[in-house]
């Protein structure tokens, strides 16, 4: 049994998507146990709870030796807030845990890989869980803890260390205490929401600014906002440009974004299982 605790730390989720999340793993994944902590269903403006409140959740989770893995509820905003002051206070049984999450948890999931705290790996969250392509993504995860490998991103070598950020979150750490040292690391990303020149606009940053990593793998983005006018450049086209320039390998598409096919990926190298 894997037993998983659910916390909060950017934007809070609604009673419903807890319960389908119970449903899901009640009827197809008895093998697990699902714990949300109340703060997930706190409010305080854009948050799923003051600072303060988010904070003290997330070290519950990660602290207590009654959980062994911390899955974020959602992303949103807000998880930067508090990453480096969770850091700091988290002990022994942190270092033991896996941590899941994506798009803006992906701040904490850089600060717990430069940190060298437990494992940490890109993967959807249960506020997916209420919709049927929502589920497709979530029920990787759950097979994921598992053992299964199915889920994981098919690039995956376990030979290369790799990451998955979202680009927008990946280009805000650089420079500050989160970040870790990508060095010879595959880096994926992906991007939802943005105009095309903000894409471009972001790998101009982070090419110019990441490590000798050993390339970058572009996933989806996708919700594009439309534009007065057409940028001109699709995706792909943007992030082949960049990498061009600054002589970093494009390594073609990566399986990972805010869609149904989002997959695992677990920062370093891929182990067979959260607790491998």
Known sequence: MTRIAICAPATAIRRDHADALEELV???FPQHQVWFHEQCFATSGHFAGDDLTRLTALVECANSPDYDAVWFARGGYGSNRIAEAAIAR??????????????????????????GIGQPVH?????????????????RVLRWFDGDRSGLEPSLDGKTPVV???????????????MPDLSGHIVMVE??????????????????????????????????PENDRL???????????????????FLGSAKIGHYSDNHVVPFGLASPSATA
């Open 90 to 115: 988290m002990g022994e049984e942190a270092k033991a845990k896996t941590f899941v999450g994506f798009s803006d948890c992906g701040y904490l999931l850089g600060a717990l890989y430069r940190a």
């Open 26 to 28: 009640a009827e197809e």
């Open 164 to 178: 998955a950020f979202n680009l927008y979150t990946l280009a805000m750490i650089m420079n500050t205490p989160l």
């Open 123 to 139: 993967g959807s969250m249960p506020v997916s869980s209420r919709s049927e392509g929502g589920r497709k993504a979530v029920r």
């Open 191 to 224: 991007e939802v929401s943005e105009h095309l020149y903000a894409v471009d606009r972001l790998f101009f940053h982070l090419t110019q600014t990441l490590p000798r990593i050993a390339g970058i793998r572009l996933g989806g983005v996708t919700a594009v």
């Open 231 to 249: 940028f001109g450049q699709e995706p792909e086209e943007i992030a082949k440009f960049w990498c061009d320039r600054a002589g970093i390998p």
